[in-house]
């Protein structure tokens, strides 16, 4: 979120019109304010009639209308920043193999497990996910040593 | 022993009872490797009896005395670019090794082809087909007259056992009629279980895009080959290009088999708002993933009276009278009633099909690019004589297509790309022959050449 820094880095591109904005990232500068207009018409409607936008993320905040200069644009594109999928495991984060089986011994923590985000990720869920099933692996590996030494004595 | 109990100790046990597990079966009887089939189901046949009956061979004598001219160059080529070159060479050279000799293997048994026909990915005619349950009882029946082979219905497989020394699998535990038995396979396992269409569970997994499209398969089709192989470290290939086939009637169960394929003889594929979607002429797999795009996830196939007449009476997928009498085709005296019959816009069909005239005159299809009737093969027609036919269509996951990582000689690779030795699989539960989409008649054709090769493997021959 700091705009400021990508914009000194020259990432994000200002302009103090929509027009010369869209000059600048090359594309065409009609149908630019046409969408500006059409979205700030939804702002100020409280109702975003194309998309159903109800919030600035996930219904949180309200929208904002693109209207005070100057106007900036940051160019996107989609990339795999990591894969939020992996190894199936119970809740101590035993590796459990296909048929469901635990796989003695064998513990997982981290982006290497799968089964907690589902379909998509909630920003912090995975340092979280790190944190909270890094220790709980950790306590279920001792504990398989006390059971062990438990055994072996 | 009781003639039902199940041997504790064969060579060769074969899992899956289909075209694939029978063609293993009767290469190793005619071996002389005593060899056990089982099949989960209490019937044999799997995905083979309920598919279209087509085997892509290629330079056949069939394919010569119809002026059809064909080369196992040819079909590697067509196998490639079909594959979107994500199929594995290797394997797919040895499909082109190994077919003519499977074709004049399944001659001498009895099982001859009389007709061939151009389908999906072929780029010229050489889907061979025949009643794809008289091919495999053939087969069934020769194996058993080998006096090598026991099947056993209704007998499942449960788990792989493994040497714990030297990881070779030793056999596998099996499971009939709430028992369960150890069966010890001294020359290795063939995995001949097929795909995982009925499988839910793993379509979720590997296909979620393919959500709203229907089902079909065999109802042992649930991945348990797979499953089994994946609990001792099998590599996977080909799972990102799992796609329905476009073509199966609605009212298809899982079990049934409803596909018609109007648009390789010149029909036009329309959706819910009468518009084209897509180039026609694509492999009826791709077709699918446009289809599972359109509102509804359907389309309509759309043509008139010669291209009726181009069908082929007997090959289901092109017998277009046989699903006319079966109430599958629907037609009508003029495209509006043939709209009002499908609840089209009219108005919009008549443009859709008067713009597609133009681009059949013309030789050139300015919306999609479709140069051909099926794959770059025929010119266009137009559709303009009445009376008008509509065959209204849905994707399905038919089959799979991918699975297990094998060698050429059906060897299971682990996820490392070593061999997990005596473990072979052949058939709908392999990855990495078809890539990104499918040939038709390549599923019976693999069943066949592959089959045979894993009971070689297995027997070091």
């Not at chain 2, 027609?381 to 509509?390: H, L, S």
């Not at chain 2, 209204?392 to 297509?401: C, E, F, P």
């Not at chain 2, 050429?408 to 996820?415: H, L, N």
């Amino acid at each position: 979120m700091a705009f400021q820094a990508k914009h000194a880095q020259g990432q994000v591109i200002a302009a103090p019109t929509l027009a010369e904005l869209a000059a600048k990232i090359g594309i065409d500068p009609v149908a630019l304010a046409k969408t500006i207009d059409t979205y700030n018409t939804f702002v100020d409607q409280g109702k975003d009639l194309q998309f159903g936008r109800d919030g600035l993320s996930t219904h949180y905040g309200a929208l904002a209308r693109i209207d005070t200069a100057p106007f900036y644009a940051y160019p996107s594109k989609s990339v795999i920043v990591a894969t939020y999928c992996g190894v199936s495991v119970d809740p101590q984060m035993r590796v459990r193999d296909v048929f469901g089986a635990i796989i003695p011994n064998l513990y997982a923590a981290g982006e290497v497990i799968g089964g907690l985000h589902g379909r998509a990720y909630m920003t912090g869920s995975s340092l979280g996910k790190a944190s909270i099933f890094g220790r709980l692996a950790g306590r279920s590996a001792v504990g398989a040593v006390a059971r062990n030494a438990a055994v072996s004595a | 022993m009781s003639a039902a109990a199940i041997p504790e100790e064969v060579d060769v046990l074969v899992i899956g009872g289909g075209l694939a597990g029978h063609c293993a079966a009767l290469e190793a009887g005619r071996l002389g490797a005593r060899t056990l089939l089982i099949e989960k189901e209490a019937k044999i046949g799997g995905a083979t009896i309920l598919s279209g009956g087509s085997f892509a061979f290629a330079g056949t004598p069939l394919q010569a005395s119809l002026g059809i001219d064909d080369s196992g160059e040819r079909l590697f080529a067509d196998l490639r670019r079909v594959g979107g070159y994500e199929n594995d060479e290797a394997i797919v050279r040895t499909y082109v090794e190994r077919q003519l000799e499977a074709y004049e293997l399944l001659a001498v048994l009895g099982a001859t082809f009389e007709r061939v026909f151009v389908a999906s990915g072929q780029s010229v005619p050489r889907a061979h087909s025949r009643n794809a349950k008289e091919v495999l009882d053939i087969v069934a029946g020769h194996a058993h007259r080998t006096g090598y082979v026991e099947t056993r219905l209704c007998t499942a497989a449960r788990r792989l056992l493994r040497d714990e020394a030297d990881g070779a699998v030793t056999g596998a535990t099996v499971e009939m009629g709430g028992r369960s038995a150890t069966v010890r396979a001294r020359s290795g396992v063939v995995l001949a279980t097929g795909g995982f269409s009925r499988n839910e569970q793993l379509l979720g997994l590997f296909a979620p895009g393919q959500a709203g499209a229907q089902r079909m398969g065999g109802p042992g089709n649930t991945g348990d080959g797979l499953l089994m192989a994946w609990q001792l470290g099998a590599g996977f290939r080909d799972m990102a290009y799992i796609k329905g086939t476009f073509g199966n009637h609605p009212s298809a169960g899982p079990e049934d088999h409803f596909l018609l394929f109007p648009i390789y003889a010149g029909a036009i594929a329309v959706n819910s708002e009468a518009k084209r979607f897509v180039d026609e002429s694509l492999s009826y797999k791709l077709i699918g993933d446009a289809c599972l795009k359109q509102p509804g996830c359907i389309g309509y196939q759309v043509f008139d009276q010669p291209i009726f007449e181009r069908g082929r009476p007997g090959i289901p997928s092109m017998d277009f009278q046989a699903d006319l009498d079966a109430g599958r085709v629907i037609t009508a005296a003029t495209l509006d009633a043939l709209a009002a019959k499908l609840g089209l816009d009219a108005a919009q069909l008549a443009r859709t099909v008067e713009r597609y005239n133009g681009f059949a005159r013309r030789g050139q299809d300015d919306d999609f690019g479709r140069d051909g009737l099926c794959n770059h093969y025929g010119s266009l027609v137009t559709i303009e004589t009445a009376p008008f036919y509509a065959f209204t269509s849905r994707s399905v996951v038919l089959a799979t297509y991918c699975g297990l990582t094998v060698d050429e000689s059906t060897r299971v690779k682990d996820v490392y790309g070593a061999a997990i030795p005596n473990l072979f699989a052949a058939g709908g539960v392999i990855g990495g022959f078809h890539g990104k989409a499918y040939m038709t008649g390549t599923a019976n054709g693999k069943a066949t050449i592959f089959g045979r090769i894993a009971a070689r493997t297995a027997l070091k021959r």
